[in-house]
């Protein structure tokens, strides 16, 4: 079992900046591709960005290309979202999610429990 709790969401100006971070428990995240989902009201939930168990690939939604980067430290046991020039429609409830899969079929097999980001226009 992994245990994953995020941290470092919060409310922004359209333009600001926020770093996520997912804290994991229970096991390492060494053999597990990350990835960072969101939900916005109304809306299902979406893929953000993913990187693989070495950090050596990372995919990203187009929408966030170019803004958001993912990372990850193993040693630490965490996973990391930097999110810059933040807009207005990125507000969401972000989620942290593990799979043992590769990055290429990304489903999810634990969650966290979210951070609320909110980028004011």
């Known amino acids: 079992q992994v245990q994953l709790v995020e941290s470092g969401g919060g409310l922004v100006q359209a333009g600001g900046s926020l770093r996520l971070s997912c804290a994991a428990s229970?096991?390492?995240?060494?053999?597990?591709?990350m990835g960072w989902f969101r939900q916005a009201p109304g809306k299902e939930r979406e893929f953000v960005s993913g990187?693989?168990?070495?950090?050596?690939?990372?995919s990203y939604a187009d929408s966030v290309k170019g803004r958001f980067t993912i990372s990850r430290d193993n040693a630490k046991n965490r996973v990391y979202l930097q999110m810059n020039s933040l807009k207005a429609e990125d507000t969401a409830v972000y989620y942290c999610?593990?799979?043992?899969?590769?990055?290429?079929?990304?489903?999810?097999?634990?969650w966290g429990q979210g951070t609320q980001v909110t980028v004011s226009s």
């Open positions: 229970g096991r390492s995240i060494r053999s597990y591709s």
């Open positions: 990187i693989s168990w070495s950090g050596g690939s990372t």
């Open positions: 999610a593990a799979d043992a899969d590769g990055l290429e079929h990304f489903e999810g097999d634990y």
